[in-house]
């Protein structure tokens, strides 16, 4: 191993050993950590910082018994007691150790379609302190929102991994971050999906990941998305009022907005704001809706909840979209619902 290079080191879990996702800024497709580490006593002694650090989620820095291998861990995690990762490296104790990238945890959770950051990611972010408590836990959707500069690509293939949410799943991809000073920088996460039984039996759906700073982004690699959605989503230019999104087609939950979000509902997530949702009495109605895509297009009133928490009635379109060659989402088309005319 180059001894100027720190290890990126995910501990996602899923009865899956720690892997290596990157190594300095070059990236790794999930690789034992022995294919990393080829020095005996550098090997054993990084095995041992992590049992410890995910004993206790406390840094590292020590030096072995003979003295020959200096090992630093510092912990990723999303919560005191739930890591995600390490940063790791080991060298000789006389060699300058370099600056470490920095990089911040997070969690989907699938079931409610939320989203929670670590401090560490926030700060990443350009978050500041002050707004962290407001803006750590959000909507899924809100994800795909500024000020990300996304891979068109690599993003309908994370919403077709979203939708069909494989326990093990293994994803990488890289985006990117405008910085409110305007600079462009390079993101590159790493992610699994697992099914989670917690202490009260009850499962849950998650995807836990880490996002990891490379450096300035002055070229994004681009793939083309799939024509389906790309031509359908030309096509249905939004007329006046009208607002397009595409929707998880079992859980209803609202993926991405095509397009700029609709106004005064709830969406985001934000622990100011009401928690987005449809109305119970509307659900049966939404399925139906989703179930009826089979057959074409289909159509039906909905009522969602409100940024002032009443309920919003709308008026909504929806049509089948491919996400990739396996994977399809209802694209919908939302509108108010006029008023009834007085007499």
Not at 20 to 38: S, T
Not at 124 to 146: E, K, N, T, Y
Not at 186 to 198: P, V
Request: charged letters at 20%; a neutral charge; glycine letters at 8%.
């Amino acid at each position: 191993m180059a001894e100027a290079k720190w290890l990126l080191i995910e501990t996602f879990g899923g009865g899956t050993p720690p892997s290596v996702i990157a190594m300095g800024r070059n990236i790794k497709p999930f690789m034992p950590l022995d294919r990393i580490l080829h020095n005996r006593i550098g090997l054993t002694e990084a095995r041992r910082a992590l049992d410890d650090i995910a004993a206790d989620h406390v840094p590292i820095d020590r030096i072995s018994t003979d003295g020959r291998r200096r090992t630093i861990a510092v912990p990723v995690a999303i919560s005191p007691t739930r890591l995600h990762g390490v940063m790791l490296w080991s060298g000789h104790p006389d060699t300058e150790v370099p600056p470490r990238d920095p990089a911040g945890a997070w969690v989907f959770n699938l079931d409610d379609s939320t989203d929670t950051r670590s401090d560490d990611l926030l700060d990443l972010l350009g978050v500041p302190p002050s707004q962290r408590c407001a803006l750590r836990r959000h909507s899924i959707a809100d994800v795909f929102g500024s000020p990300f500069v996304v891979n068109t690509g690599d993003q309908l293939m994370a919403l077709a991994r979203l939708v069909r949410a494989e326990h093990g799943t293994n994803t990488q991809s890289l985006w990117a971050l405008r910085h409110p000073g305007g600079e462009l920088r390079a993101l590159h996460y790493s992610c699994r999906q697992l099914t989670e039984t917690g202490t009260d039996g009850t499962t849950r759906k998650m995807l836990r990941g880490i996002t990891y700073d490379i450096g300035p982004a002055t070229d994004i690699p681009t793939a083309p998305p799939p024509a389906i959605l790309e031509h359908r989503v030309l096509e249905a230019v939004a007329a006046e009022g009208e607002y397009r999104a595409i929707i998880h087609p079992r859980t209803l939950h609202l993926l991405q907005w095509i397009g700029p979000p609709m106004p005064g509902i709830a969406w985001q997530g934000f622990a100011a704001q009401p928690a987005p949702a449809l109305h119970p009495d509307d659900i049966d109605a939404a399925r139906a809706m989703v179930d009826g895509l089979r057959d074409g297009r289909t159509s039906g009133r909905i009522r969602v909840r409100a940024l002032d928490g009443t309920w919003t009635a709308l008026d909504a379109r929806a049509t089948l979209i491919a996400l990739d060659h396996d994977t399809t989402a209802a694209l919908v088309t939302l509108r108010h619902t006029a008023a009834p005319d007085r007499p």
